[in-house]
């Protein structure tokens, strides 16, 4: 099926309120704005988010400024290592008066799920979130319950070496469209965070920027992006080297591919453009190709880290003829 290119006005709004959700997002998360503007990225490619680094860098915070700029519903999981699958996705409970089982909705029923500190949980229970990830719905007794949409999953995360955690499922990590570290901020960074968050909680003052049926729409413009069969051939490209790269033992999947061309849409989307340039998948590589591949023995002797793998195979594969070119008949608007 073909859908109409979005028009001018639909990528003017998006960008618009990309730029209100970001200015927000920064009121609390402060001096990291590459960090916040792929965070807004993926929530406008309709995928989940994985946020990874040491205990006390803002993980949670990133996540729940997020949430507090969407006026949806906000469920919040604390994974820990006796959480249950169901009490995830909900259960059944017989009513006794009318004999018949009622369905009680767990935490994921809700527009933004915030995942504390996931890779606590057991594997059993991390696996809980598949289906509602992948198909946006969860399934008990047999019986398949819609979640609502929109539906984003931000999981945060430990370094798996730190003690109490476990690593997750290379299934589980494959739904994840991004993992993003926080890392810690600069001195003039962290002294500004001190003064603002010093006798306040810079979330009590952020307030929403978008409804959640506005989100909708503004994710259903970014799918209807122009991406041009160079780019896409580009982003084949950068998937394939990963499959045969001798420094990895398991290369990108095609949900990958998949992935970084919906995001580079609305990186390209969010820069006020209607066309997805190269610059956009490049981008965004090592944020969605990274935490999906595993490293050679050879790569782990040598200290070589996977970021470093991407980077190199971004560097080494070429960008096809007319992937940079503007999409005819139409006006760049930046």
């Known amino acids: 099926m073909v859908h109409a290119l979005p028009a001018s006005d639909e990528i003017a709004d998006l960008a618009e309120t990309a730029a209100r ?25 309709e995928g989940h988010l994985l946020i990874e680094d040491v205990p006390g860098v803002g993980k949670t915070t990133l996540a729940k400024a997020l949430a507090h700029a969407i006026d949806g519903t906000v469920g919040r999981i604390q994974f820990t290592p006796d959480l249950l699958p169901s009490d995830l996705t909900g259960v059944s409970v017989y009513r006794q008066a009318d004999q018949q089982f009622e369905f009680r909705p767990g935490p994921v029923f809700a527009n933004v799920v915030i995942g504390d500190e996931i890779n606590r949980a057991s594997p059993k229970t991390q696996s809980a ?11 008990v007794d047999g019986v398949s319950h819609p979640l609502p949409r929109p539906f984003l999953v931000i999981a945060t995360q430990n370094p798996v070496e730190m003690e109490g955690t476990y690593a997750l499922p290379e299934a ?20 500004e965070m001190l003064e603002r968050q010093e006798d306040a909680d810079p979330l009590g003052d952020l307030r929403p920027v978008t409804t959640s049926s506005h989100l909708q729409h503004l994710t259903a413009v970014v799918r209807r992006l ?36 919906r995001g580079a849409k609305a990186i ?9 340039l190269p ?11 990274a935490h999906r591949l595993l490293p050679s023995t050879d790569a782990r002797l040598s200290g070589r880290t996977v970021a470093e793998t991407v980077q190199s195979v971004v560097a080494a594969t070429p960008v096809p003829a007319g992937a940079a070119a503007h999409r005819p008949g139409r006006r760049a608007t930046g």
């Open 129 to 139: 979130l598949l289906e509602c990830m992948q198909e946006a719905q969860v399934t």
């Open 21 to 45: 959700i970001r200015a927000g997002m920064e009121t609390v998360i402060t001096g990291r704005p590459d960090l916040v503007r792929h965070t807004v990225a993926v929530l406008l490619a």
């Open 172 to 191: 589980q990590r494959d739904r994840f469209m991004a993992r993003l570290h926080v890392g810690y901020p600069s001195a003039a960074a962290e002294l």
């Open 279 to 289: 610059d956009d998948v490049q981008e965004l590589a090592v944020p969605v190709l």
């Open 268 to 276: 390209a989307a969010m820069s006020g453009r209607d066309h997805v």
């Open 226 to 261: 122009h991406a041009s069969a160079p780019v896409k051939q580009y982003v084949v490209a950068l998937a394939s080297a990963t499959r045969s790269d001798p420094m990895l033992r398991l290369g990108a999947s095609p949900r990958a591919a998949i992935q970084l061309l």
